[in-house]
């Protein structure tokens, strides 16, 4: 089975420039998270959804970010205008029915450099 | 007071030695905990879930102290591919009912 499939692997843009992050999940899995990872801050949640929907987006840092869910096969992260400071590797997970269960499906992430 | 916290290490051990990483949260009302493994540039992946009367896979070892608030990952005679980055994982650390991941503690095996 595909795992969580995320494009691009690397992007590098300068400042000022629009960013925009894929994600498609496992087939049938009900959540999608999206995290991002520095080393000084480690993996932080940004936002996730359940069954399409967004539940909780108040990791996301700045009205700079937004994510959407169109439909329970894809997601995007946008970053418009995206800043140095927003250099960062960005995962995609999925997990499926109740988070207690604990297992997340992460993607092998999109390693942002913003110039 | 951060709401996963470990100690990021690096812990450098030789092969074949037993080492232990502890993991603290402060929401008493988590509900689930586990240790994810990362390796280098790569994406983090579960590796054992943590159970209140501890749990045990191979080498690994996980305990779950709720009076006191850690869980401990324990690994027995250490291989150098378990250098890697480990990951405690709480659901529930934030009041919410979602994974909360600690900073990582880094392990380094060498021969």
């Known amino acids: 089975d595909a795992g969580v499939i995320q494009s691009p692997r690397h992007e590098v843009t300068e400042m000022g420039q629009e960013v925009t992050l894929r994600c498609k999940p496992i087939s049938g899995h009900d959540y999608l998270f999206w995290y991002r990872q520095t080393m000084m801050r480690g993996l932080e949640l940004l936002i996730y959804f359940n069954n399409n929907v967004p539940i909780d987006d108040s990791g996301m840092p700045e009205d700079r970010f937004s994510a959407k869910m169109p439909n329970a096969s894809f997601s995007t992260l946008k970053i418009q205008p995206s800043e140095p400071r927003d250099s960062a590797v960005y995962f995609c997970a999925s997990s499926f029915r109740r988070l207690d269960t604990g297992e997340l499906f992460f993607g092998e992430g999109s390693r942002l450099t913003v110039l | ?111």
């Open chain 2, 1 to 111: 007071r951060k709401e996963v916290e470990q100690d990021p290490g690096p812990f450098n051990v030789p092969e074949g030695a037993t080492v232990a990483f502890n993991c603290t949260y402060s929401n008493s009302a988590s509900q689930s905990f586990f240790w994810y493994r990362q390796d280098c540039r790569k994406e983090p992946k579960l590796l054992m879930s943590v159970y209140s009367s501890g749990n045990e896979d191979g080498r690994f070892t996980a305990q779950l102290n709720r009076a006191s608030q850690y869980i401990s990952l324990l690994i027995r005679d250490s291989k150098l591919s378990d250098s890697a980055t480990y990951l405690c994982v709480v659901n529930g650390a934030g009041g919410s009912y979602i994974p909360t991941f600690g900073r990582g503690t880094s392990l380094i095996v060498h021969p």
